[in-house]
């Protein structure tokens, strides 16, 4: 038997050797037996053969030692067993280079698992590896669609691919940090508890949107990555790479790492179908109303210093071009009245985030009539706060605001604060800013305990306490804490829960109208209106199968946090309403902290709202 070489010794000679297109020394003659990848993979989760060194042979399919540490071998002519992958990931100490992509090697390692848990990669550590031929050909696979359940990627780990359907973007968070997209087969992923109901209902939006998706990784595992090699010319680096974009010629290797399915790529993207960002909504009805995440908008000490701050800008400089996207976002909606979340809570004098965004706002225009309801103080003790802003010449407070104080609102949700308003000749009526207390479990003493801990049910932790928010939040407008002694009134913000989920429901359930599906519907009523009228109505076609609705993308999936609510004599004026898709799916690469311009695109992370009223008379 040849003698066992260190790993990187016999590279040597192999790198050397190819670089002199010189095949080495055929093996002698009871050299360790050849074991098919297949078996190596075996048809489960993890490998049958774990801690045994085993001997494979194939052709390179995928050189990622210097940014995965190792490369992928793959089984020319396979086991025959469609339940058994023929590729596998071949570990490198540091620094060792790897064999040339489309060259024949045969590899001698130890058969383990890398990663945590039951998703992990099979993988041959303490390898041996010895050059067969220098170059071979080799043909992807073609993937023409996701495999009927997640599971079913296993028998792909480790496989070349050239996929041959289109995927569409589904996510971009890691696109900045990581130089990775989600994205899936059959469209956009949308939260569970957005669009269904009920334990077997949401499994089986859980389970569809697991077996459809597929990481597109850079080959890369740094942080932070400089350039993205793999984007073709025109998108990306200055042009926005949004969710809901489509991507076509895509090649490279599945593999799992840190919990995903992953296509590792080996080629540039050829195409990307890139979606145009739109333009602000126009609603119908004589007032506008708005609700905006300001994404942890601080302005320091006031004068230009105190950076970086508790949250948010991290210079003054950063915070210019923040309150500058901004400003541009309210511009554009045009607002009448505007509800906004995650502004500091800093109170109301000159020097505060909230004056100094109203100053700003004004100045910039073309509006400039813009002022903001004083509470006094807060609301609430969070460094962040809600707050409002109307245009003096549209709308008119009515009385002192009114805030709700204590219980769940003491400490976790954000203190809700209400202001009557009439506009023009019109009735009295309510806006309500709101911001329930997030998903996020937190930890040591801010850690959810009892019910308020994931109950293993996709609404997270602290359900429990959004559930109480709006029992309470409810409890409290029954008793007109503005005395403004009206019935229109409208609940606006984040409210931290999707639209199947348990606070929503609680608000629906005791007879507040989702404004924003109720506009929907009455858009959909009306034009299936206009076609019956039409004298060519038996030659129109119309799908008004509509996509959900959504404010926010996490994970790769889409879905609302931000809602509004009306009630049922509010509702009764209601005359349009829209999300505004201007940050949501857009790139981090375009916010504040990177490489934004003064565009209101990526101005946050949430997607602002806009409805329309009548409310003038």
């Known amino acids: 038997m040849k003698p066992i070489l260190p790993a990187v010794f016999v590279v040597s000679l192999i790198v050397a050797g190819c670089a002199m297109s010189t095949p080495s020394r055929p093996a002698q003659e009871g050299a360790a037996k050849i074991v098919p990848i297949g078996a190596v993979q075996g048809s489960g989760p993890q490998s049958p053969m774990v801690g045994q060194r085993v001997t494979v042979e194939g052709v390179v399919v995928g050189n990622f030692a210097r940014g995965l540490g190792g490369f992928f071998v793959q089984d020319i002519d396979g086991d025959g067993d469609d339940a058994t992958s023929d590729g596998i990931f071949v570990a490198l100490a540091e620094n060792t280079p790897a064999p040339a992509t489309s060259s024949r090697v045969r590899v001698s390692g130890i058969a383990t698992e890398a990663g945590t848990g039951r998703d992990t990669m099979t993988t041959l550590t303490e390898p041996v590896i010895e050059l067969l031929e220098p170059s071979v050909r080799f043909q992807s696979r073609k993937l023409t669609g996701p495999p009927a359940q997640r599971s079913e990627w296993e028998r792909y780990e480790g496989m070349s691919f050239v996929v041959d359907a289109p995927l569409t973007i589904t996510g971009n968070e890691g696109l900045q940090r990581f130089g990775e997209i989600a994205a899936r087969f059959g469209g956009r992923g949308f939260q569970p508890t957005e669009i269904a109901r009920g334990a077997e209902a949401i499994r089986k939006v859980r389970d569809d949107n697991a077996r459809r998706a597929l990481i597109l990784d850079d080959g890369r595992t740094s942080e932070n990555p400089k350039g993205l090699w793999f984007l073709p010319e025109g998108s990306g680096e200055t042009n926005p790479l949004r969710v809901g974009a489509t991507i076509q010629g895509i090649q490279g290797v599945v593999e799992q790492r840190r919990g995903q399915y992953r296509l590792q790529l080996t080629e540039k993207l050829k195409s990307v179908s890139l979606v145009e960002r739109p333009p602000a909504p126009d609603v119908a009805g004589d007032l506008r109303i708005a609700s905006l995440n300001v994404l942890n908008l601080f302005n320091g000490d006031g004068k230009g210093g105190g950076f970086p701050t508790e949250r948010g800008a991290e210079s003054f400089k950063q915070y210019q071009l923040q309150q500058a996207k901004l400003v541009a976002s309210v511009q554009a909606l045009k607002p009448d009245i505007a509800a906004l979340m995650e502004i500091e809570n800093d109170g109301y004098g000159p020097e505060s985030a909230i004056a100094q965004f109203v100053d700003v706002l004004n100045a910039v225009g073309p509006i400039r009539d813009y002022r903001f309801v004083d509470a006094g103080k807060g609301p609430g003790v969070n460094p962040i706060r809600v707050a409002m802003i109307y245009r003096a010449s549209r709308a008119t407070p009515q009385g002192k605001p009114a805030v709700l104080e204590g219980g769940p609102f003491a400490e976790r949700s954000r203190v809700p604060l209400a202001q009557a308003f009439r506009a023009g000749k019109g009735p009295a009526f309510v806006v309500v800013a709101n911001h329930f207390k997030s998903k996020g479990c937190g930890r040591d003493a801010e850690a959810a305990t009892g019910l308020d801990a994931d109950q293993k049910d996709e609404q997270s932790c602290w359900n429990a306490l959004r559930v109480e928010s709006a029992k309470q939040l409810m409890a409290w407008l029954k008793t007109d804490p503005t005395k403004s002694k009206t019935d229109l009134q409208v609940l606006?913000?984040?409210?931290?829960?999707?639209?199947?989920?348990?606070?929503?429901?609680?608000?629906?359930?005791?007879?507040?109208?989702?404004?924003?599906?109720?506009?929907?519907?009455?858009?959909?009523?009306?034009?299936?209106?206009?076609?019956?009228?039409?004298?060519?109505?038996?030659?129109?076609?119309?799908?008004?199968?509509?996509?959900?609705?959504?404010?926010?993308?996490?994970?790769?999936?889409s879905g609302r946090l931000d809602h509004a609510l009306a009630s049922p004599a509010m509702a009764k004026r209601l005359r349009g309403g829209a999300e505004w898709h201007n940050n949501a799916d857009e790139s981090e690469r375009f916010d504040y902290q990177h490489q934004g311009d003064a565009s209101p695109y990526r101005a946050s992370d949430h997607d602002p709202l806009l409805l329309g009223f009548d409310l003038r008379r």
């Not at 299936?528 to 996509?547: Q, T, Y």
């Open 492 to 557: 606006v913000g984040d409210f931290n829960a999707y639209a199947m989920e348990d606070p929503i429901r609680a608000f629906v359930d005791a007879g507040w109208q989702d404004a924003l599906q109720l506009a929907r519907e009455e858009a959909k009523s009306k034009a299936a209106a206009r076609i019956a009228a039409s004298p060519n109505a038996h030659l129109i076609e119309v799908d008004f199968k509509d996509e959900p609705l959504y404010s926010f993308v996490f994970n790769g999936l």
